[in-house]
């Protein structure tokens, strides 16, 4: 069944939607113990920015489960590609946070307007823990300049921020563990430190319909769902098993070619 028509318009006047059941309560905790084993064997997910879906074959499950296509079908279209995704973490008690900022601004794509995140929680994501907080409406006043800070805490790559933000407009957007959030490209959002006393942990995917084009030359994108009628973007293989390292070198070296600024989502 497609998300409610509630939901879409929902996304499309505020630029987010979320609250989405995509996922069981047991996959996202299974996803948490998978997540700790290579954890406990190789340490932090730092180094796999980009491809991450496509590394982890039980990622890629997700992605291609029938309610996260058909969540991302209904703000989407049919045909999506994922350019990049990252699993994020914030630890109890962390300092850590995301300042204001919109997702497009360091992509290097046109139209900057055809692309989205979905952020899937893989445990609980509360206001306490830092949930995402999103300014509603602030899609449709286009891109926004943004200060470089370089700030220690900030999680975005370059503490990359928008300044004036209004933020007694903001809403926070709690997830239970399997639920999603969708939000345009183009809004406003933040999410402050983890104040619980459990770990956030959450899966997202930069979104992007395919007559979108990277402004950086050629780069590497996987096919989602639909149809790829453009050939803008190089596709990537679907993962055959769990950790292939033929898969791993393509990660790292579409990290080389493309460092977003931005690092994805909060």
């Known amino acids: ?3 409610a028509e509630a939901q879409v318009a929902a996304f499309r006047e505020s630029g987010f939607v979320s609250g989405i059941r995509v996922i069981s309560e047991q996959t996202a905790a299974d996803s948490m113990r998978k997540l700790a084993e290579y954890e406990s064997e190789h340490g932090s997910t730092d180094a796999l920015h980009m491809k991450s879906h496509i590394y982890f ?3 890629w499950s997700i992605a291609r489960s029938p309610a996260v296509l058909d969540a991302v079908r209904g703000v989407m279209g049919p045909d999506v ?3 990049a995704s990252r699993l994020w973490s914030k630890l109890p008690s962390d300092e850590k946070f995301v300042s204001w900022h919109q997702d497009v601004n360091y992509f290097d794509i046109e139209p900057s307007d055809a692309a989205a995140n979905i952020w899937i929680a893989l445990s609980d994501a509360s206001e306490e823990a830092g949930c995402m907080r999103f300014i509603p409406g602030s ?5 926004l300049d943004h200060e470089i800070t370089m700030a220690s805490n900030n999680l975005l790559t370059r503490g990359q921020t928008v300044h004036g933000v209004d933020v007694t407009k903001a809403i926070p957007a709690p997830l239970k563990p399997g639920e999603c959030s969708i939000h345009h490209g183009h809004v406003l959002h ?5 104040r619980s006393t459990h770990r ?3 899966f997202s995917m930069i979104l992007l319909q395919p007559h979108v084009r990277s402004t950086t ?3 590497t994108a996987s096919l989602l769902c639909g ?5 803008h973007w190089d596709l990537d293989p679907e993962p055959q098993c769990d950790r292939d390292p033929a898969i791993f070198a393509r990660m790292q070296n579409a990290t080389k070619t493309y460092v977003p600024a931005n690092a994805y989502s909060s």
């Open 217 to 219: 030359g050629r780069r």
């Open 190 to 194: 933040c999410s402050p430190p983890n």
């Open 57 to 59: 074959s039980w990622l």
């Open 200 to 202: 956030r942990v959450g």
């Open 139 to 143: 899609h449709k006043d286009g891109l």
């Open 1 to 3: 069944m497609s998300i």
């Open 227 to 231: 149809e790829d009628r453009y050939g």
């Open 81 to 83: 590609l994922v350019l």
